[in-house]
């Protein structure tokens, strides 16, 4: 069964860091791009950040640039995103989902142009 595990969640400080990891089996992550998208309570799932099969092209939102980045290790079937300097405003909770727009590196996908998606792990930023 293909499917996607997400990891590293938690609670932190503002200011505080975390770096969630997004484990895929049951197939083979080379192939994929992978977007992480999170969604805070009452809201809409939005995308955060997205990368390329081969980790060349990377997008984010405006919201995280500069403070979150994404990145890959095809060996480990895993992709990461490393989050610093966390504000409340990021508090929601985070997946990470099958890329299929092949456009990572022009925009972030929609949430119909993605496969898999994980379960999710749960951001909380607070002090």
């Known amino acids: 069964q293909s499917q996607l595990v997400e990891s590293g969640g938690g609670l932190v400080q503002p200011g505080g860091s975390l770096r969630l990891s997004c484990v895929a089996s049951g197939f083979t992550l080379d192939y994929y791009a992978i977007g992480w998208f999170r969604q805070a309570p009452g809201k809409e799932r939005e995308g955060v950040s997205c990368?390329?099969?081969?980790?060349?092209?990377?997008n984010y939102a405006e919201s995280v640039k500069g403070r979150f980045t994404i990145s890959r290790d095809n060996a480990k079937n895993t992709v990461y995103l490393q989050m610093n300097d966390l504000k409340p405003e990021d508090t929601a909770a985070y997946f990470c989902a099958v890329d299929l727009s092949q456009r990572c590196s022009v925009k972030l996908p929609t949430t119909r142009e993605t496969g898999i998606w994980g379960q999710g792990t749960q951001v909380s930023v607070s002090s």
């Open positions: 990368i390329s099969s081969g980790g060349g092209s990377t």
